[in-house]
């Protein structure tokens, strides 16, 4: 709900003197203004006597229950073509995080720990 579950900000919140790099994945995929929104809000539990380095978002799976719901949104009949669109978008959804979004967090770790280690 634009922000991260309740487990990730209590392990946050109990930070303290640590330098902090973000990863994770949403249900939305491949749109940096939506994903900047998303960190500004994670940051936010972070205490700060850390020190936030960066953060890196891709797409993830969606829970199941989305797809059921567009599902159902489409037996009535209505905006058809936009619900299928979000089911297109759903079952893409599946396939990540794939072997490009592993790469980009590997390279994302990488530029962290150059920073951390200058
Ligand atoms: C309760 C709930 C709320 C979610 N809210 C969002 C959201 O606001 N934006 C988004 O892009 N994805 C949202 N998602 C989708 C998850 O972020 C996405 O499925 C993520 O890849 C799940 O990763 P995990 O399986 O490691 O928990 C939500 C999922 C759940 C269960």
Same mark, same amino acid.
């Given at each position: 709900?634009? !922000?991260?579950? @309740?487990?990730?900000? &209590?392990?946050? #919140?109990?930070?303290?003197?640590?330098?902090?790099?973000?990863?994770?994945?949403?249900?939305?995929? *491949? !749109?940096?203004?939506?994903? =900047?929104?998303?960190?500004?809000?994670?940051?936010?539990?972070?205490?700060? $006597? *850390? @020190?936030?380095? $960066?953060?890196?978002?891709?797409?993830?799976?969606?829970?199941?229950?989305?797809?059921?719901?567009? +599902? +159902?949104?489409?037996? #009535?009949?209505? *905006?058809? &073509? =936009?619900?299928?669109?979000?089911?297109?978008?759903?079952?893409?959804?599946?396939?990540?995080? !794939?072997?490009?979004?592993?790469?980009?967090?590997?390279?994302?770790?990488?530029?962290?720990?150059?920073?951390?280690? #200058?």
């Amino acid at each position: 709900r634009g !922000d991260c579950d @309740e487990k990730t900000a &209590e392990l946050l #919140s109990g930070l303290h003197g640590k330098k902090i790099a973000l990863f994770g994945t949403c249900g939305m995929g *491949n !749109d940096p203004a939506y994903y =900047q929104k998303v960190i500004d809000r994670v940051k936010t539990w972070i205490p700060e $006597d *850390n @020190e936030y380095m $960066d953060a890196f978002l891709c797409q993830g799976k969606m829970p199941i229950q989305v797809r059921r719901r567009y +599902e +159902e949104m489409a037996k #009535s009949g209505q *905006n058809t &073509e =936009q619900i299928q669109a979000m089911i297109r978008n759903f079952d893409r959804a599946m396939l990540h995080p !794939d072997r490009a979004d592993e790469a980009a967090a590997a390279d994302f770790a990488v530029q962290v720990w150059k920073r951390i280690g #200058s």
